[in-house]
């Protein structure tokens, strides 16, 4: 069995007028954007021909990846998938339905391009699949298990049609056998047609990931189009680096180890570029391999990293206001491997940070006690402690562009750090586990025109241990 005490300590209110320094600039979220920070932890599923050959497509190969290669998985169960998810605490998901391969996980249709009368490469060339749709099965098995679907797309590499990191291959190539080579312009049409196709099938899609970005190479027309569609066919999606494209934009903290370097403010500048005073609201997706090495492909000479390694990984990110995208990298068969990690790793994020404050107990709200620039927590009695949990109200924007916290026992300061932003949230780990009376979340720097608030400060101490 695991074992996790906690005491945790709740939440302050907020008075009108600019405390401490002020700036002059904010800009707020939409409400996509703050529900999609507060669901955490999503779920990253590298499950396509690149992942089975390993290595993806790259433009010295020989011959394209044969569809057979699919052919132990079709008994594929997108259940069991989504019921290791749903005990990992994933709260959604996007699945590599057309990775740099090309191969797609559905039969994508193909409207008056003259260079490709049918997409030829796809998941109904394998007999064993014949009438499936493996992009429906898995959507459906998501939403069956509360797991918010949605789709990763490769838009700048398509080897089955000569494309490689945003380079297409030369006129006048032979193309390998069953290689179809498009001109730049019937390229992007197809790009267009296939993310429309997926669009209007699941409008209620929830992430949308562009890998590698949108390309700067995108004609003109076709951005407009694709602008005009995520606007009136899917205007609540999120888009991993959708930059351009569409109003939801979360960005990558320049890392796929789960350890972020960057500065994770929920703002930034046009190209991503995070800072207290950007004009786009931008937060950061996390996305990092459960196996070592960065594998993102099923490896079965790896193996999982470890819980620690892992409880390390989420207090850098979801604990420093970035989702947390784990990835899952199911085998050629369909399984999912390290289930007991996972597991684990759900058990421990349940335990010392339950998904909503309301599981925490309530002690009375109270005033701030020497002046207007702090909020304070107060147990009743004193408490055990290894860490903080602070979550800002960011329903005008990121307001605190610098804080102070100061934990005391019996008047006694015991631990103090500082830091700049907190947004949807901030973990501060204690060196060791301190007896307290009293937590001071002191504000000395925030935006004029937005008025500092918190929607939780909580203190706990979290005694896991492994379960398995």
């Keep these: 069995m695991a074992c996790c005490s906690q005491a945790v300590l709740l939440v302050l209110a907020v008075s009108s007028f600019c405390w401490g320094e002020c700036t002059a600039h904010v800009t707020p979220p939409s409400a996509d954007l703050l529900h999609w920070s507060s669901l955490e932890l999503g779920a990253m599923i590298s499950w396509n021909i690149d992942s089975i050959i390993g290595l993806g497509c790259e433009s010295t190969m020989t011959a394209l ?10 008994g594929v169960d997108f259940e069991s998938w989504a019921r290791v998810m749903q005990a990992t605490g994933v709260k959604y998901a996007v699945l590599t ?23 030829n490469y796809s998941i109904a060339r394998n007999h064993f699949f014949s009438g499936r749709n493996l992009v429906a099965e898995y959507y459906s098995a998501m939403k069956k298990y509360g797991i918010r679907p949605g789709f990763y797309y490769s838009m700048g590499s398509n080897a089955y049609l000569g494309v490689f990191n945003n380079k297409f291959t030369p006129n006048g190539t032979v193309p390998l056998p069953g290689q179809v080579l498009l001109s730049e312009h019937e390229y992007y049409e197809l790009v267009y047609q296939q993310i429309e196709e997926l669009a209007t099938t699941y409008p209620d899609m929830y992430e949308f990931w562009f890998d590698g970005g949108v390309p700067g190479a995108l004609p003109a027309d076709v951005r407009d189009r694709l602008i005009k569609l995520f606007a009136e066919k ?14 939801n934009v979360a960005r990558w903290p320049q890392t796929e180890s789960g350890h972020p370097k960057e500065d994770m403010w929920s ?25 070592v090495g960065d594998s993102w492909s099923y490896n079965s000479h790896a193996w999982a990293r470890s819980l620690d390694e892992l409880k390390g990984v989420y207090h850098d990110s979801v604990g420093n206001n970035c989702n947390l995208m784990l990835n899952f990298a199911p085998d050629s068969s369909g399984n999912v491997h390290y289930e007991q990690t996972y597991r684990s790793f759900g058990d421990f994020v349940s335990m010392c940070y339950p998904s909503n404050a309301k599981y925490y107990p309530a002690y009375a709200r109270t005033p701030p006690l020497k002046d207007n620039t702090s909020f304070f927590l107060q147990s009743e009695a004193t408490t055990l402690i290894d860490r903080l949990v602070l979550m800002e109200t960011q329903t005008k924007g990121e307001c605190i562009l610098s804080y102070d916290v100061f934990v005391y026992h019996k008047e006694e300061l015991v631990f103090f750090s500082s830091g700049k932003w907190i947004a ?13 009376d009293t937590v001071q979340v002191r504000v000395n720097k925030h935006h004029d025109n937005c008025i500092p608030a918190m929607e939780l400060i909580a203190a706990t101490q979290c005694d896991y241990y492994q379960p398995y």
Aim: proline fraction near 12%; include cysteine.
């Design 97 to 119: 339905v057309k990775h740099g391969c090309g191969f797609a996980l559905w039969q994508p249709k193909v409207v008056n391009i003259t260079g490709l009368p049918f997409y």
């Design 424 to 436: 949807h949230k901030r973990i501060l780990l204690l060196p060791k586990p301190f007896e307290m």
């Design 267 to 291: 703002t930034t500048d046009a190209a991503g570029h995070p800072g207290p005073n950007g004009s786009y609201w931008y937060p950061g997706e996390c996305d990092t391999t459960v196996q």
């Design 65 to 74: 990846p044969e569809p057979s290669l699919f052919d132990g998985a079709s």
């Design 234 to 247: 899917i205007p609540h999606v999120i888009t991993f680096q959708g930059y351009g494209l569409t109003k």
